[in-house]
């Protein structure tokens, strides 16, 4: 196990490793050996910023392709990278690094584990790649939520001149990855011809019966006109997964930085009930507005960290600014409760370059909630230099910097977001007054549904590639029992060395 935060309360240092020795589930407790030989016993629910490892053996060689799964700053490398091995010394590995820069890492494979070979990636690590050659490996008895319009998009999209997909059913194939794109095997990546605007304030609506076709779509148009363009969409994992799929082609574009920094955010919970303590989850943040200083030693304008939730009782425990516990019933301190916000901590990778939104007012600064900006520069301490829309710079410290997110698609849209809106949603706009809000001030609003409720007629375009690439990509669909050869590069003398494997916990 990696700690990236590290706690004070159990002894574990920030980048430290441990190794779990034993888990008790009925009281959900792990126990694990620190570095020093200590060990230590705790519920993981109370610790975030923790990744989990297994050991595997791996033969390298010579000329072997390798990619680094975690990232390590005194190497300067990222998860992910790619890179090939130049030379093979007693504790030593050197990579030659991919990229426009000549560039070699060497490092100790006993100490820095996180290495696998580097021939076959997932279509999620290809994101921000750009090969002249691609080759997609797709089975069609896998889960029909990893063969889908968003696969397609990723992996035959990272291609300059030439894709070729290799499957064991040719004929299905091109249903399973567009159903309402294409009715025979063949797999359309046309560019699409972009339509004159519609002099006329009502939204463009795009039906989609699939909703991996209007995902796909929606970054598709986005990439179009980035500059002017920001993604509103109600659900958080679309969110997500938009803002990392537009992260990807910026980076391969050349418009964002491929050096990002991982910053600790906080996001805003939805709590509908906050009188309810069942609501809260053990690691929130709750803000303060009014505290209950004499009462519970809670400080006005205060952070607390929860640390266990009593559904019976109705009771939260948790720990205060100054470090002490308090537990209290926040349906009986009812002013503390409704002057309250909860947040959880997670993680973004931030490059120069990123579009974000500022989620929490800074008054110091003059910045409202909701306000747009491009970060300009990114200190060691993770510091930000942001260019906001409305034109000045700020300089956002470490706390200031918790309350951002990414800004390609965002929840909801104030006063001063870009002049181009792309709505996505499962359902239709039904409103007049919701489609009002959007189209004021000459906004330029498109809508993407995907439940067939919208009276627009629907819009089933082919999937295409983002408009910055240029290409003409074939995607060459292939039969497995044609056997798949290469020249073999890989030197004779091999050498064993330990890798570690995230386990996507």
Do not use: C
Request: charged fraction near 25%; hydrophobic fraction near 30%; avoid cysteine.
């Amino acid at each position: 196990m990696k700690y990236t935060k590290g706690s004070k309360a159990y002894g574990v240092e920030r980048d430290s490793l441990s190794v779990v020795t034993s888990t008790s589930a009925r009281d959900n407790i792990i126990t694990v050996t620190r570095q020093d030989g200590q060990s230590v016993s705790y519920d993981p629910r109370r610790l975030s910023g923790v990744n989990v490892y297994r050991e595997e053996p791996r033969e390298f060689a010579t000329g072997d392709r390798l990619q680094f799964t975690a990232t390590d700053k005194d190497l300067n490398v990222a998860n992910r990278d790619l890179g090939t091995i130049t030379k093979i010394e007693p504790g030593q590995l050197t990579v030659r690094m991919d990229g426009k820069e000549d560039r070699t890492v060497s490092f100790d494979p006993a100490q820095m584990r996180h290495i696998d070979h580097g021939y076959a990636v997932t279509s999620h690590v290809s994101q921000g790649l750009t090969e002249g050659r691609v080759i997609v490996n797709i089975d069609t008895d896998s889960s029909r939520n990893l063969i889908n319009t968003r696969l397609a998009y990723v992996t035959i999209s990272r291609a300059e001149t030439d894709a070729r997909i290799y499957t064991n059913d040719a004929e299905t194939l091109g249903a399973r990855l567009a159903t309402d794109v294409s009715k025979t095997a063949a797999v359309d990546f046309r560019q699409p011809v972009a339509a004159p605007r519609r002099p006329t304030a009502e939204p463009e609506v795009h039906q989609y019966s699939d909703p991996n076709h209007r995902i796909a779509a929606v970054a598709t148009a986005y990439m179009q006109r980035p500059d002017s363009s920001v993604i509103v969409a109600p659900d958080r994992a679309e969110r997500q997964e938009l803002n990392q799929l537009i992260r990807a082609d910026l980076q391969a574009q050349g418009t964002l930085s491929p050096d990002s920094k991982s910053l600790t955010v906080h996001v805003e919970q939805p709590i509908t009930n906050p009188k309810l303590a069942a609501q809260y989850t053990p690691g929130d943040l709750i803000q303060y507005g009014q505290g209950s200083p004499e009462l519970h030693g809670i400080n006005h304008n205060s952070v607390g960290t929860v640390l266990a939730s009593d559904p019976q009782k109705n009771a939260l425990t948790v720990q205060t600014s100054t470090g002490d516990w308090a537990t209290y019933s926040p349906h009986l301190t009812k002013t503390m409760t409704a002057e309250s916000a909860v947040y959880r901590v997670e993680q973004r990778e931030i490059a120069q370059g990123e579009r974000i939104q500022i989620t929490s007012s800074v008054a110091e600064l003059g910045i409202r909630k909701g306000e747009f900006g491009t970060v300009t520069a990114i200190s060691e301490s993770r510091e930000l230099d942001v260019q906001l829309d409305k034109g000045e710079t700020v300089h956002l410290n470490q706390r200031q910097a918790q309350h951002i997110e990414h800004g390609y698609a965002v929840e909801g849209i104030r006063a001063g977001a870009p002049e181009r809106i792309i709505v996505t949603q499962e359902a239709a706009l039904e409103s007049q007054r919701e489609i009002a809000s959007l189209t004021r001030s000459g906004r330029e609003v498109s809508v993407y549904t995907s439940d067939g409720s919208s009276p627009a007629q629907g819009l089933k375009n082919p999937i295409s590639l983002p408009q910055q690439q240029q290409i003409d990509a074939t995607a060459n669909v292939i039969a497995q029992d044609n056997a798949l050869t290469s020249p073999n590069v890989v030197a004779p003398e091999a050498t064993q060395v330990q890798h570690r494997r995230g386990m996507g916990i």
